[in-house]
């Protein structure tokens, strides 16, 4: 086990990936018509995993750090540059919902022998590739509208931590009653 915890770069990275392609497929998620189905509203259980997953680490690396065994200021976190961040996201959820798939259901997903999977992933590297061939021309967009106000977000609102994830907390198990309140329904109307 000493081992496994000593890798690092990309061998710890391939491990980790394997681990996390294991579990989404376990779940179900290489599958594009269970992915589509939470923008239905009809199965909310991908944005349960995921929410919970981040609530689970910010919660978890708050406790360490109270505990003494990890550092905030150690944790390396981006310059959030906003317009970057809105174009990404609405490419990649523009993507999600006509394909099913986001980078890493696809690869679970064609790992799987899914040939819807397999037209995602090849769209992914040639998307891939010809960011990187227009990068020069959108270097200036890719780093527009900095946010300055703080590395994390109870430095940027100027409220303590605990409250954050007091709100995070919360905000999860509203989802889930809200998610299952959503499934309830489909189920009620023959939709899933």
């Known amino acids: 086990m000493t081992a496994l915890l000593a890798l690092s770069g990309p061998v710890s990275g391939l491990l980790l990936g394997f681990g996390f392609g294991f579990v989404l497929e376990r779940a179900g998620f290489g599958s594009g018509c269970k992915l589509t189905a939470q923008f239905r509203l009809t199965d909310w259980s991908v944005f349960k995993v995921m929410f919970t997953a981040i609530v689970f680490a910010a919660v978890g690396i708050y406790f360490l750090e109270l505990a003494g065994w990890v550092k905030a200021d150690a944790i390396y976190v981006p310059a959030p540059y906003l317009w970057a961040v809105v174009a990404g996201g609405v490419l990649i959820g523009a ?98």
């Open 95 to 192: 993507g999600f919902a006509i394909g099913g798939y986001c980078p890493g259901t696809s690869a679970v997903g064609l790992m799987t022998g899914r040939f819807d999977a397999l037209v995602f992933f090849a769209g992914l590297f040639i998307g891939t590739f010809a960011f990187a061939r227009l990068f020069p021309w959108l270097d200036q967009l890719t780093t527009a509208g900095e946010f300055t106000a703080g590395d994390r977000l109870p430095d940027a609102l100027g409220v303590p931590e605990w409250l954050v994830l007091a709100v995070l907390v919360a905000a999860a198990i509203g989802v889930f009653y809200l998610g299952g309140w959503f499934e309830r329904r489909a189920r009620q109307r023959g939709l899933v």
